[in-house]
């Protein structure tokens, strides 16, 4: 759709129009992007526990290739596999889970943006 249509006004003057074609301040604008970007109570809580996942994983999964690769009794088949594990599990953590918390906390990629 053109906006110029929407709107019957300047619209060098208007740069952020709603759903029904009225302008739209800076400040209400701010106001509507910090809605849908500040988190709430439940998503510092959702927050919170990713990190302390993301911290005890990442710590306990370099340990246990540091052990395995340090300690030559401990390289068995069944400890190689093991080492491998804790190698991939490090990536996912690395890799998807900052993308998870990203997802899951912000409104951006569930909803769209509704103004009132």
């Known amino acids: 759709m053109n906006s110029s249509i929407l709107c019957s006004y300047n619209s060098n003057s208007c740069h952020f ?3 029904s074609g009225r302008c739209l301040s800076n400040d209400k604008v701010l106001d509507l992007v910090l809605k849908y970007v500040k988190p709430t109570y439940y998503e510092w809580v959702f927050i919170v526990i990713y990190v302390i996942v993301f911290i005890v994983g990442t710590i306990g999964n370099i340990l246990v290739i540091i052990v395995i690769q340090r300690n030559r009794s401990m390289r068995t088949v069944t400890n190689m596999f093991i ?3 804790a190698a991939a599990d490090l990536l996912v953590l ?3 889970l900052p993308a998870t918390v990203v997802q899951d906390v912000s409104d951006c990629f569930t ?3 509704i103004i009132p």
């Open 17 to 19: 129009i709603d759903g």
């Open 83 to 85: 080492m491998n594990l």
């Open 94 to 96: 690395l890799f998807c």
């Open 111 to 113: 909803s769209s943006l």
